[in-house]
Nanobody
């Protein structure tokens, strides 16, 4: 199992922006629904945004209007543009195919996002 590689996290002030990237297999991007998940300290990992192989996007209410998910199949990458960040967005962010979430070895290391003044 080739694991995704997430990057782009960091420390940002409330109201700021970050763009996360995820390198993932071409097969998954072209054939699976892909999602961005986040896990805050002491909490379960939750899906926040997802995109179908045809490019249709969906968002959970907590990030609707602030986050944007996209893919670049030519680069085997998926992105999460995060704007108007809030302290409650602080978490480790992961990318994965929705069909693989029950497989522990399908997850990458994630990227830490901290929103704080």
């Amino acid at each position: 199992q080739v694991q995704p590689v997430e990057s782009g996290g960091g420390l940002v002030q409330p109201g700021g922006s970050l763009r996360l990237s995820c390198v993932v297999s071409e097969f998954l991007l072209r054939n699976r629904v892909m999602g961005w998940y986040r896990q805050a300290p002491g909490k379960e990992r939750l899906l926040v945004a997802w995109i179908t192989s045809s490019g249709t996007t969906y968002y959970k209410d907590a990030v609707q209007g602030r986050f944007s998910i996209s893919t670049d199949n030519g680069k085997n990458q998926m992105y999460l543009q995060m704007n108007s960040l809030k302290p409650e967005d602080t978490a480790v962010y992961f990318c994965n195919a929705l069909t693989l979430v029950e497989q522990p070895d399908s997850w990458g290391q994630g990227t830490q996002v901290t929103v704080s003044s």
